[in-house]
């Protein structure tokens, strides 16, 4: 059993001739809202094109005193196509048609219908009738055709409104009773985009892969070749592909990847195996597994992953992605982090004949110890140290005091370190141990702000203290920023 699904739009139907337009206008006149529709042609288009009106007005006029002779004045370009491909071979002749037209009588009061250019114009339910006539000509062995009418009862329900035009196209389709092995064939160019983008969604996901699309170009000469039939697969890939890229908006990496997996499976494709490759590193960053991600990077990265400070910047812009992404508790990790992760890589850089790890309890823990220490750390190394191990562990608030006591003056020209090294140490602590809701104001009084680009500015301006670098944002000093920027353009 074939089915054909069709949508139906306002230039549907259009006129060869104006010639009778005025006799059966005046007929059904005082039905019009005293609208004085007249047959026009589009704009800088030749004198074969052929006339049109508002659908409904159409409808009214002609649907309503359809004889034989009227009927020939009319012209049905877009479904004329899709006809004659269904007709072409034979095997695709449907053997149930369903018609979804549009009524919007409840949206629109006697006032809205006054205006000639109203969406109300440009329903179709009143086209019914010439539809009925198209059908019984071109298929005169179809079994059943069903005429399906999306009716919105307010504005908010508005046929322009993607949630609500998928609604009321799944509560039509839903009506009806459909045979599980029959192919089907949708033609939904017509109709507003919510209620073609609708009609594409839910038939996908009703038929699934027994769906085939049919399609045509109204705009095209010889328009009964140019109809033609597209794949499911198609369909869904072109969906799942807008989902996906939904999702990298949102730097939601795992959810891209989960989407285009199937695509890329034992593909060649070096389009795909690049957005194989590069979502992979992604994810890694996304987990803070940085060094995973920068080797994976390769040659792209290799000088940058010779600096002791890099990371720093990458735990710095996850943060300000988590902050996009409403995650303020990660946020705030992740800002904190990345200073007092890099304040500590640059102490093990700086300070490397000093550092031993001397606790077997805590090995990964590094303390500075006092050997051959530099006389300007005397007094923080005595301040500090464990008097039992005689060191300092390089953890806390020791950390900050150090990076203060390696250079004061320095320190003291830097605002940015300077408040974070004073009572936001305090702030971020009581934030950490609260349960309570973390809002995004409260991230950035932890840094001592009042909004993200304060914010990111004071992280910024601390790791660049610490690094001796100039970057001037966040994003540009993030190697991750970069493979983002690829995906995108993918």
Not at 15 to 41: C, I, M, S
Not at 309 to 317: Q, S, V
Request: aromatic share 12%.
């Amino acid at each position: 059993m074939n089915i054909w699904i069709v949508t139906t739009g306002s230039s549907d139907v259009k006129l060869k001739t104006d010639e009778h337009w005025g006799t059966l206008f005046r007929k059904v006149r005082n039905q019009l809202y005293d609208r004085r529709f007249a047959p026009t042609k589009p704009p800088n288009t030749d004198d074969n094109e052929h006339f049109i009106v508002p659908a409904r007005a159409m409808g009214m006029v002609y649907g309503t005193q359809l004889t034989d002779e009227y009927y020939e004045d009319l012209h049905l370009p877009l479904l004329d196509a899709f006809s004659a491909k269904l007709l072409e071979k034979g095997k695709t002749n449907p053997d149930r048609i369903i018609v979804i037209l549009t009524n919007q009588d409840a949206v629109f009061n006697d006032e809205d219908r006054t205006i000639e250019k109203s969406p109300y114009w440009q329903d179709t339910c009143t086209l019914k009738p010439i539809f009925e006539k198209y059908f019984e000509r071109k298929f005169p062995k179809v079994k059943s055709i069903d005429y399906l009418e999306l009716k919105p009862k307010s504005q908010d329900e508005g046929l322009d409104n993607w949630n609500k035009a998928l609604f009321l196209v799944q509560q039509a389709l839903s009506s009806l009773e459909f045979d599980k092995s029959a192919n089907v064939y949708v033609s939904h160019q017509a109709g507003t985009p919510a209620i073609s983008s609708a009609v594409q969604f839910d038939c996908l996901a009703k038929f699934g892969n027994k769906v085939k699309f049919l399609v045509s170009n109204e705009y095209e000469e010889k328009l009964a070749e140019k109809g033609d039939f597209i794949e499911s697969s198609t369909y869904l890939q072109g969906m799942l592909v807008q989902e996906a890229k939904a999702l990298l908006k949102r730097y939601d990496y795992q959810g891209v990847e989960l989407i285009l997996k199937p695509y890329w499976k034992d593909s060649v494709d070096p389009l795909l195996v690049e957005i194989r490759d590069l979502l992979g590193m992604a994810v890694q960053w996304n987990f803070a597994k940085f060094e995973d991600f920068g080797k994976a990077r390769g040659d792209v990265a290799k000088e940058r992953l010779n600096q002791w400070w890099w990371m720093g910047y990458e735990a710095a812009y996850l943060g300000v992605i988590r902050l996009k992404q409403d995650n303020t508790v990660e946020a705030l990790f992740h800002s904190f982090r990345a200073v007092e992760g890099l304040i500590k890589e640059w102490a093990l850089y700086k300070y490397k004949p000093q550092i031993k790890y001397s606790n077997a309890k805590q090995p990964s823990t590094a303390y500075i110890h006092d050997v051959n220490l530099p006389q300007n750390l005397r007094y923080w190394f005595n301040a500090n140290k464990n008097r039992d191990y005689n060191n300092v562990g390089l953890f806390g608030k020791a950390l900050f005091t150090l990076l203060e006591a390696s250079d004061r003056d320095k320190w003291n020209q830097n605002p940015h370190i300077q408040i974070v090294a004073g009572d936001t140490i305090g702030e971020r602590n009581l934030t950490f141990h609260s349960l309570h809701g973390l809002e995004g104001k409260d991230v950035f009084q932890a840094w001592n702000t009042n909004n993200p680009d304060k914010w990111e500015s004071r992280v910024l301006g601390c790791l660049n203290f610490v690094s001796n670098q100039k970057f001037v944002s966040l994003k540009s000093a993030s190697l991750m920023a970069k493979v983002h920027d690829e995906l995108v353009d993918a």
